[in-house]
Every structure is written in C-alpha cells, then in structure tokens.
C-alpha cells in the first residue's frame, strides 16, 4: 500500500499524459514552452483570479512574493510554527523576522487570536516593522481567511496565502489560491496537484504584481530576457512538467470529490477512537493528508507498520524549535497548540485511488 499512489494516478492518466509529452518533446519548447501558457491560463480561471504565474518550485513562489513586497531586514513577518520549513524560511533568506504564531488545535491552522497578540507584541517593542503575513493551508484546509484578512485590514499588513497543501480547497465557494494579496502553491509530486518534478505557481489579482513577478522569474528581465531592469531570479516552470499538469488539472475536479470521499469514511469510522479533522461549515478541505491526534501515536503507527500500512508525522518540530530558529530565543512551552500538535499528530494513507478495501484494512488496524 502506498502512502499517496503516484503510480495508480498515472496509469489512469497514462494516455493522456504521454501523449503531451511526446507534443513536447515533438515541438522542443523545453523552457516556458506553449503549455506553459496554456496552464497558466487555467489555473488562474480554476482559482477564479487574473493572474496565474508559474515557477520553479513552492519555495521560489514564496520568494517571489517577498520580492514583489519588498520585504527587507527590519520587517516582522508573522507565519505559524506548525508548518513545513519552507514558509518561515524564505523570511529568514530575504533578512526579514519570522514571528511565530501558535495554531489552532482544532484545525491546525494559524489562530487569529494570537496572530493579534503576536501583533500587537512586536508594535509595543517598537523593534520590528510589522508588515505582511503568511498563512498555511496545512493537510487542505485553507486557513481561516475572514479573520484574518479582519486583522491585515486593522494593522494594514498583506496577506500571503501559501495554498501549496490547500490548493482545490474552499471557503464558502472561493478557492484556495485566491486569498489574501498573493498566494502560492506547490506542484511538488505529493502535493493535491503534483507534478513530476519540481514546480510552482503565484495567484493575484493585482496587475501590478503580476507584472513584477513576470520579471523576477525570469533575472528581472524587462522588455526581453536581455533587457534587465532589476535583480530578479531564475525560476521557470519546464514544459514538459507544465503538459503533465495540464492532465492532471483537467481530472483534479474528480479527484477532488474521490479525496472528500476517503476522509469521509475515515472520519465515520474513526471519529469515535479519535481526534479527527474538523472541517467548519463553508470550507472544504483538498485533504493533502488525513491527520489525527492521538497521544499514543508512536503505538498506533508501529502497529500500522506491522500490517505493511504506512504512515506519516506532519510536523514533528514546530518551527520555533528548530536550530535554523535558535537565534530568536524561542523557547519549549512558547507555543503550547502547536507543541502538543507536532508530539501527538500522525497522517494515514490518503490519495483519490484508495478503494474500500484499502480504508477497511487501515480503519480495522488502528480499531
């Protein structure tokens, strides 16, 4: 049994996706070639925003966010400790602060309550200058953005949605991606839309944005790629990876309603053992994982072992733990939801090709 079946979603799609290759290879664009564009398109019109832009991975969509802000040393950045290294990372690289923030226990996700506080610490030290946030869509759950974007409005920060792991997510009909000033996602091969490699977009609806992120991607360039106006980066979509998310776009919907449909049966089964997700009314989850909590963890996942069924912990270190971290003095027990998350969550198996047969035989190892 698979963890997340990349091989059962490509024999389904196998036709489809050879065929756009072997267009690639045919026409030889191998570098922001015609699917490049095409997907672009697409993805914006799926995500319901103007602009769709491309690039060479999540962590760069990221980057470039930063860039088009020019966020810069002095700047606060608040995110929260419960997420991949990436998202407080790329702060970090533009010499700006991450301010950590705790999570929600009930959702995983950053809490607006004390992204406030948080807040409302770094204006009274007067040290830092509070000036955007980057919130996490963690395992599919888009964040809870009408609070949030409530406290950007009052402390007139920007928002950045990182969608990598809530992309085809929902918040009463508006897609994921489409949140905040910026968003970003991920096409790296595990994610709700992967792709084969390395890949990434940014979501905006704001011209301006669009323009300067066009540029960055690609060394700054300005009327052509000899044409250097400012400093930018090298991160490009390939083709070839762009044909592969073309296919894997286009049956993304149905994939989406098969995922909702394994969590479902998940959560009947298991709801009564266990905490499982919550998912308020208005929001739908893409379900990058299906994560319970339960503080005996390491007992349930080597029994999942001893049955050949594997399993996966999502995030075991907060990220105000982590060395990379230590220079901003964060210490065990600062973030208390997210330290109790990371010692007692685990994910079970979970992508659209998972059959009743598989969940039985998950369901009745951990009952």
Same mark, same amino acid.
């Given at each position: 049994?698979?963890?997340?079946?990349?091989?059962?979603?490509?024999?389904?799609?196998?036709?489809?996706?050879?065929?756009?290759?072997?267009?690639?290879?045919?026409?030889?664009?191998?570098?922001?070639?015609?699917?490049?564009?095409?997907?672009?398109?697409?993805?914006?019109?799926? =995500? /319901?925003?103007?602009?769709?832009?491309?690039?060479?991975? /999540?962590?760069?969509?990221?980057?470039?966010?930063?860039?088009?802000? /020019?966020?810069?040393?002095?700047?606060?950045?608040?995110?929260?400790?419960?997420?991949?290294?990436?998202?407080?990372?790329?702060?970090?690289?533009?010499?700006?602060?991450?301010?950590?923030?705790? #999570? %929600?226990?009930?959702?995983?996700?950053?809490?607006?309550?004390?992204?406030?506080?948080?807040? %409302?610490?770094?204006?009274?030290?007067?040290?830092?200058?509070?000036?955007?946030?980057?919130?996490?869509?963690?395992?599919?759950?888009?964040?809870?953005?009408?609070?949030?974007?409530?406290?950007?409005?009052?402390?007139?920060?920007?928002?950045?949605?990182?969608?990598?792991?809530?992309?085809?997510? %929902?918040?009463?009909?508006?897609?994921? @991606?489409?949140?905040?000033?910026?968003?970003?996602?991920?096409?790296?091969?595990?994610?709700?839309?992967?792709?084969?490699?390395? @890949?990434?977009? &940014?979501?905006?609806?704001?011209?301006?944005?669009?323009?300067?992120?066009?540029?960055?991607?690609?060394?700054?360039? @300005?009327?052509?790629?000899?044409?250097?106006?400012?400093?930018?980066?090298?991160?490009?979509?390939?083709?070839?990876?762009?044909?592969?998310?073309?296919?894997?776009?286009?049956?993304?919907?149905? %994939?989406?309603?098969?995922?909702?449909? &394994?969590?479902?049966?998940?959560?009947?089964?298991?709801?009564?053992?266990?905490?499982?997700?919550?998912?308020?009314?208005?929001? =739908?989850?893409?379900?990058?994982?299906?994560?319970?909590?339960?503080?005996?963890?390491?007992?349930?996942?080597?029994?999942?072992?001893?049955?050949?069924?594997? #399993?996966?912990?999502?995030?075991?270190?907060?990220?105000?733990?982590?060395?990379?971290?230590?220079?901003?003095?964060?210490?065990?027990?600062?973030?208390?939801?997210?330290?109790?998350?990371?010692?007692?969550?685990?994910?079970?198996?979970?992508?659209?090709?998972?059959?009743?047969?598989?969940?039985?035989?998950?369901?009745?190892?951990?009952?």
């Amino acid at each position: 049994m698979q963890f997340i079946d990349l091989q059962a979603q490509y024999q389904h799609l196998k036709e489809r996706i050879d065929k756009r290759i072997d267009n690639v290879l045919f026409h030889g664009k191998y570098i922001m070639g015609p699917e490049v564009q095409e997907l672009e398109m697409k993805l914006a019109e799926y =995500v /319901g925003v103007k602009h769709a832009i491309t690039c060479a991975n /999540g962590t760069d969509a990221l980057q470039l966010c930063m860039m088009v802000l /020019g966020i810069k040393p002095g700047d606060a950045i608040f995110c929260p400790t419960f997420t991949f290294f990436a998202t407080a990372e790329i702060i970090a690289f533009c010499g700006a602060t991450p301010v950590f923030v705790d #999570s %929600e226990k009930s959702t995983f996700n950053i809490c607006p309550k004390d992204l406030k506080r948080k807040i %409302e610490q770094v204006k009274s030290e007067g040290k830092l200058t509070p000036k955007a946030i980057v919130a996490v869509d963690l395992f599919g759950l888009p964040a809870n953005y009408p609070e949030l974007e409530k406290v950007a409005s009052e402390y007139k920060l920007r928002v950045i949605e990182d969608a990598a792991q809530g992309f085809g997510g %929902e918040i009463h009909g508006k897609k994921a @991606g489409s949140f905040g000033d910026l968003a970003t996602t991920s096409f790296f091969p595990a994610k709700p839309l992967g792709c084969y490699g390395d @890949g990434g977009a &940014v979501f905006t609806n704001d011209d301006n944005y669009a323009a300067l992120l066009r540029s960055f991607r690609v060394h700054g360039k @300005g009327d052509d790629k000899y044409d250097n106006v400012r400093i930018g980066i090298n991160s490009r979509l390939d083709t070839i990876q762009a044909a592969v998310l073309l296919e894997k776009l286009a049956e993304f919907p149905q %994939e989406l309603i098969q995922r909702n449909k &394994v969590a479902s049966e998940y959560t009947a089964m298991l709801s009564n053992e266990f905490a499982t997700p919550n998912i308020a009314d208005g929001y =739908v989850s893409s379900w990058a994982q299906y994560t319970i909590v339960d503080k005996n963890r390491a007992k349930w996942m080597e029994i999942l072992k001893t049955k050949n069924i594997p #399993s996966m912990v999502y995030y075991a270190k907060p990220l105000h733990l982590q060395e990379a971290f230590s220079y901003l003095n964060y210490a065990i027990g600062d973030f208390p939801h997210a330290e109790e998350l990371s010692g007692t969550v685990f994910s079970l198996p979970m992508h659209p090709y998972l059959d009743d047969k598989d969940i039985a035989k998950i369901v009745s190892a951990v009952k």
